[in-house]
């Protein structure tokens, strides 16, 4: 009964020991990760490192990109959500119809 007991002691304990390693390889890599995204996301700021600032990304260009397209309700143009002027839960290109709509 001992010996059954020890066994299974024994394989709880290399199960929470491989699942200790497993955790601590997924941290260090998200650490790694996040570490690599905000060195690219920097860019002009930290320089001296290499050479690696030959990928160059619009940063306002892409806003537009993925974005929902709402369409004004009054005049039924299609513009992307941030561009849209919102009044009373409906959405407008332009002020002249947010204020046309409203009269
Ligand atoms: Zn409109």
């Known amino acids: 009964m001992g010996k059954i007991l020890s066994w299974v002691l024994l394989i709880g304990f290399v199960y929470a020991v491989m699942r200790l390693i497993v ?3 997924r941290k260090s ?5 996040a ?3 905000r060195d690219a996301g920097e860019g002009s700021g930290t320089g001296a490192a290499g ?8 940063g ?9 397209m709402i369409a004004c309700a009054y005049c039924g143009v299609y513009a992307p959500a941030s561009e849209m002027l ?3 839960g409906r959405h407008y290109c332009c002020t002249e119809h947010r204020d ?3 009269a």
């Not at 050479?51 to 619009?58: E, H, I, N, Y």
């Not at 306002?60 to 929902?68: K, L, R, Y």
Request: net charge positive; hydrophobic share 45%; glycine share 8%.
């Open 23 to 25: 955790l601590f390889q």
């Open 29 to 33: 890599l998200a650490l790694r990760e």
């Open 35 to 37: 570490r690599l995204r």
């Open 51 to 58: 050479g690696s600032s030959a990928r160059g990304k619009p």
């Open 60 to 68: 306002a260009a892409d806003s537009a990109v993925g974005e929902p």
């Open 86 to 88: 919102a009044a009373r």
């Open 100 to 102: 046309a709509d409203a």
